[in-house]
């Protein structure tokens, strides 16, 4: 592809070697059985099984991790419980970096277990020079009592070292719009029924920058979705999009309701982005989830000013979310897709996954109401093989979440944002695997 909960880890990695206990074994530790379960990597055509690399199994209390055998196997001693096994494996080759994704969501282990192997086939995706560095989206606490969730954003940046041109970048969300309610897009085998079909549904409208914007290595865009105004006049915890470098989802012809959209003066109009509202779409405002959206940025492969509007307007292109006329979607090619991102409401560990492996491996769970934003994590080791980042990396970062219940940290302990006004370039870790890539930050970046 062009392209993008963390939970506290609670065991030790468990190294295994060639050979393993019976599958169908458990044993009594302190008085707690365990169970072994194995994991098997099913490869794509033309990738080999490698040793060493990660798998972890995922559960309401803890992650347990393991390590593959050359054939691509792994083992775990577990406690009773249902389990999410993934994994994400960076292959670099000459010509590009190559990310292999693969979950499987409800494993449950009981007395007694039955030992089968767990297969966990893998998707092949390749990284994306764009990408999604921050998602603004749960709003924050009212001066006076209460929240204000109508000043969400979005920061793409570019995290190659050349620059590329944002013409078409468009931006959607999946439905359901929050993960925690019922997808009507999973089939009666559990699968999401457009994964073999290669897309991505994007529900009610699609928004594009249609400007030839050029955005230079290891710099950002910042688009407000709503609002893009001085927020902080009525609410001090909001955010202050008056600035004429800012992008704003502003489009009046197509959505009216100016309680969702207004725009600073100092907003050049050729800063907006244009809607493309779906045939039978109503509503005055495009509504993002304030709690679980599933978002992915795209820039269409095919050339031509028109090629937005021709591929909204194709009937082809048109689904519904269950059948649903309320509920459309459009069906956007996952060979499109630059990055994406699948956010689960805190407490709703029976979410279902909406963003195909080949665009999101893994999910980030999120606080909202309280001024918390999506960051994405940074890659230490690239970030810190930079030469001329010697002595400008700010470390032992401190903003995370990992101390709340549900929250998530930054594992590289490189404070981004205040190495940036330091003069370092980050580059941003992506494996298309959110789990891995993105942290619960107690403080939006455009409020340091």
């Not at 963003?355 to 994590?377: E, P």
């Amino acid at each position: 592809m062009k392209k993008v909960n963390l939970v506290k880890r609670v065991s030790s990695l468990l190294m295994i070697g060639a050979f393993v206990l019976a599958a169908g074994s458990c044993e009594e530790k302190e008085g707690v059985k365990t169970f072994e379960v194995k994991v098997q990597l099913e490869y794509p055509d033309g990738y080999i099984a490698q040793k060493g690399v990660k798998v972890e199994l995922k559960g309401a209390a803890a992650t347990f991790e393991a390590s593959t055998d050359s054939t691509g196997l792994a083992a775990f001693k577990v406690t009773a419980g249902t389990y999410e096994a993934r994994v994400s494996e960076v292959r670099n080759t000459n010509a590009s970096t190559i990310v292999l994704n693969g979950t499987q969501a409800g494993i449950a282990v009981t007395d007694p277990w039955s030992g089968e192997i767990v297969t966990l086939t893998l998707s092949e995706s390749k990284q994306s020079k764009l990408l999604i560095k921050e998602l603004y989206v749960g709003g924050c606490q009212k001066d006076d009592g209460g929240s204000f969730q109508r000043d969400p954003y979005v920061i793409l940046y570019n995290n190659s070292s050349e620059p590329i041109s944002l013409k078409n970048v468009s931006w959607g969300a999946t439905l359901p719009s929050n993960g925690h309610t019922t997808n009507n897009f999973v089939n009666e085998s559990g699968v999401l029924s457009y994964q073999s079909e290669g897309w991505i549904p994007a529900g009610f409208a699609i928004w594009t920058l249609e400007q030839d914007v050029t955005l230079d290595a290891g710099k950002q865009i910042v688009i407000a979705f709503e609002n893009a105004i001085d927020n902080t006049q009525t609410y001090s915890n909001s955010i202050n999009f008056a600035h004429p470098e800012y992008y704003a989802g502003y489009d009046m012809d197509v959505y009216t309701n100016t309680t969702y959209y207004k725009v600073s003066d100092v907003i050049p109009t050729n800063h907006y982005l244009k809607a493309y509202k779906l045939t039978g779409v109503t509503a005055t405002a495009f509504v993002l989830s304030v709690s679980s959206p599933a978002l992915f940025i795209f820039q269409p492969t095919e050339e031509g000013d028109s090629i937005i509007s021709k591929f909204v307007n194709n009937p082809e292109n048109i689904t519904l979310h269950g059948g649903y006329t309320s509920q459309v979607t459009l069906k956007t090619p996952v060979e499109w897709i630059l990055d994406g991102i699948e956010v689960f409401a805190q407490g709703q560990e029976s979410s279902t996954k909406r963003l195909t492996d080949k665009v999101d491996a893994g999910s980030i769970y999120f606080t909202n109401q309280q001024g918390y934003t999506l960051y994405r994590n940074v890659d230490k080791e690239a970030t810190e093989a930079i030469a001329n980042n010697a002595g400008k990396l700010v470390y032992n970062y401190s903003l995370g979440t990992a101390d709340l219940v549900g929250g998530s940290t930054d594992p590289s302990g490189i404070d981004a944002e205040a190495s940036i006004k330091n003069g370092a370039t980050i580059i941003y870790k992506d494996t298309n695997n959110s789990s891995v890539d993105f942290h619960q930050r107690r403080r939006a970046s455009l409020r340091d």
